[in-house]
């Protein structure tokens, strides 16, 4: 039994490989040993080795154009966090990767190989695998239940075969415990854990079941800052474990201490990719917020409403503050997770 | 390793009776027990072999279509042509052998062909528009209500089928759908050991099997299942080609035990269904519950129903007892469901 605490790459691998053994003789239909055998086929690269590669990707569709001029990259062992407002093309920038939509501009490598996905099961094949809001779970269902949901292994012939229980409970406690969660009882319905435990269920599936990427599509958007917390750690742990993860947010706070790399979008371009290096938590806030946008509309306000206004007030002390970055500081503190930096 | 077997010794923690309150079924058993012993204490032949033959033959083929509807309900749907479905049947047997002279097993697997067929019909009506099934099987229902009456009457000019045992071979179904067995002075009918027969399969397929997962999750919540690779409408067509295969279980059990059908047969035990099913712990909304909780509400129902006789009560009350016993299960049901969804 492959132990909880993930060592080096090397024991990982090798207890992937013991898994393909057990789980293709025990699964349920040829298509599905298939399945599971290409997306486990996908060892992880060694920690900084880019999986995804995009340069110049754009997506028109008809005459609108949704996304242009993007240029990342996801690396194994590394978050990319893609910042930016609402309508500012992060689902377009999503849909391309997760194989929902096909790029019209630019490239789209991974592992170095230019790819146009035209669906996610293209993307799960390569090992890119998407996390959405909803988390697909089903409430009253125990845990383990809902993590083998779909895939689920069997065992025995006929009118005897049978989901194989032990190895499902095991597998799934298992493999949560690699995730960092000691769940008492795999057995209770997934409803009574919490939006983040839930939330990480649902990308320790992914995992599992061969994801080499994972897109987290606004993870912590509707979680509290206690619950933001809690899937911030496990990101940082899926980045551990050698996982390339890209983290779609409009949260500066929760993006920085996490991120090893920023791209940000705004009106569907790209307004820059730094590595962590490169850019401060001031300078990220200043951007998302749109510092100079932020300037005119006060000057606006303050001419209509007059600058006694509330709301006038409120928007210059915001701009202020992303300038001196005081106030800001202090949110941090309070809404940093207690993330172990590697 | 030592944090794995940790994490085992505290699970082993719950005790047997602890697991036991956990489950759906475990009001619908209280209650039986209950029934049980306040009918056996009150009248004199009630617990006896006799007594319980009968009681256990009224609950026998309520039982297999509470267990069928169940899981259909457990899936998230609901079939109201399933009382309709039993006479429907019956019906077909009946009128293709007595009136058409059609050898008995063919007449019986043409109703078979046929009640599948329905139940085909209804699910995939219910997939493909999307409409509560509530709605479709309500609409089926009265499609079958009108053939068994109107088509009964018009085919053989009666309403009921007449000459069964005159048919040739019939003592071969009858044996496999209508024998007895009689123990002490008590007896006993094939229909419980289908009833035995089916609540098992019906166990182990939602319990063990890859299709049983399937069921609890397009019931609990049938987008998050598409997500994650469920087959949705196979699934959900199936359940509803089960009830209607056990629909038609049952119109064999009724045919061949008093060898006659009557062409309003099962009209109104739709709801008895139902009820039977939310007594043994499922909820109306779906995702949740069980097929032996289901079996303990249609021995709720055959207890009352002859208990009531025997006590030389007014048959009526049975129907005041059953509207009781459906707000019992449905408010305790709503408080487990609240239980089970809420986060700690």
């Known amino acids: 039994m492959s132990t909880p605490t993930s060592g080096g790459t090397d024991e990982r691998v090798s207890a992937t490989g013991k898994r393909v053994g057990r789980a293709a003789r025990e699964w349920a239909t040829a298509q599905a040993r298939a399945e599971a055998e290409a997306a486990r086929g996908n060892a992880l690269p060694s920690p900084g080795t880019p999986i995804i590669e995009v340069t110049d990707l754009g997506k028109s569709y008809g005459r609108v154009i949704a996304l242009r001029g993007v240029t990342t990259s996801v690396r194994a062992g590394e978050v990319t966090c893609v910042l930016g407002d609402n309508g500012a093309g992060k689902s377009t920038f999503i849909k391309i990767l997760a194989g929902a939509h096909r790029h019209s501009e630019g490239t789209f490598e991974v592992d170095g190989v230019e790819q146009h996905l035209d669906s996610p099961r293209d993307a799960l094949t390569l090992g890119i695998a998407t996390v959405y809001q909803d988390l697909a779970v089903v409430p009253l269902m125990p845990v383990w239940r809902n993590f083998f949901l779909g895939s689920e292994p069997v065992r025995g012939r006929g009118p005897l075969r049978r989901l194989d229980r032990e190895f499902m409970k095991r597998t799934t406690r298992d493999e949560l415990l690699k995730m960092g969660i000691d769940l008492r009882d795999v057995d209770q319905p997934i409803g009574t854990l919490s939006g983040g435990e839930r939330q990480c269920v649902a990308i320790a599936r992914a995992v599992y079941f061969g994801a080499r990427v994972l897109i987290l599509d606004e993870p912590t958007a509707a979680l509290g800052v206690k619950q933001s917390g809690v899937v911030l750690k496990y990101i940082a742990k899926a980045r551990e474990r050698g996982l390339g993860v890209v983290f779609i947010t409009h949260n500066p706070h929760h993006a920085y201490p996490v991120g090893d790399r920023f791209m940000l979008l705004r009106r569907g371009r790209s307004i820059g990719d730094y590595a962590k290096s490169e850019i401060t938590l001031d300078e990220l806030t200043s951007m998302m917020a749109g510092g100079a946008e932020l300037e005119s509309l006060a000057h606006e306000l303050a001419r209509d409403m007059g600058d006694s206004s509330p709301v006038v007030a409120e928007l210059k002390a915001d701009v202020e503050g992303d300038h001196e970055a005081d106030r800001e500081a202090d949110h941090v503190a309070d809404a940093e997770p207690d993330v172990e930096s590697p | ?344």
């Open chain 2, 1 to 344: 390793m030592s944090t794995i077997a940790a994490a085992d010794e505290r699970v082993a923690r719950t005790s047997p009776l602890g697991r036991l309150m956990k489950r759906p079924e475990i009001g619908a058993l209280v209650a039986a027990v209950a029934i049980f012993v306040f009918f056996a204490v009150t009248t004199d032949v009630f617990a006896t072999l006799s007594g319980s033959a009968t009681w256990l033959r009224s609950a026998s083929t309520i039982g297999i279509m509470a267990v069928a509807v169940a899981m259909l309900m457990i899936g998230g749907e609901f079939d109201l042509s399933a009382g309709a479905m039993t006479g429907f049947a019956g019906l077909v047997v009946g009128i293709l052998t007595t009136e058409y002279g059609l050898n008995v097993w063919l007449a019986i697997l043409v109703s078979l062909a046929l009640a599948l067929a329905v139940g085909f019909v209804n699910g995939l009506i219910v997939m493909r528009t999307g409409l509560p099934s509530f709605i479709v099987t309500l609409g089926t229902f009265f499609v079958l209500q009108g053939i068994d009456l109107a088509g009964t009457k018009a085919l053989i000019g009666q309403v009921a089928i007449q000459g069964m045992r005159n048919v040739p071979f019939y003592d071969q179904p009858q044996k496999l759908f209508g024998s007895s067995m009689e123990i002490g002075r008590g007896t006993f009918y094939v229909s419980i050991v289908w009833w035995v027969a089916v609540t098992a399969v019906a166990t182990w397929v939602l319990m063990r099997t890859r299709v049983g997962n399937w069921v609890f999750a397009v019931g609990g919540a049938q987008h998050s299942s598409r997500q994650v690779g469920v087959p949705v409408a196979k699934t959900k067509i199936g359940l509803f080609m089960g009830t209607a295969g056990c629909g038609w279980l049952v119109g064999m059990l009724l045919l061949f035990t008093t060898s006659t059908v009557q062409s309003n047969t099962g009209v109104g035990q739709e709801f008895v269904y139902i009820i039977c099913a939310v007594v043994g712990g499922c909820l109306m909304t779906g995702g949740y519950g069980s097929a032996i909780g289901a079996a303990l509400g249609a021995l709720i129902y055959g207890m009352a129903n002859q208990g009531i006789v025997y006590a030389g009560w007014d048959n009526n009350w049975l129907k005041a007892f059953l509207g009781v016993m459906l707000l019992t299960a449905v408010l305790l049901n709503e408080w487990v469901r609240k239980r089970a969804e809420e986060a700690r």
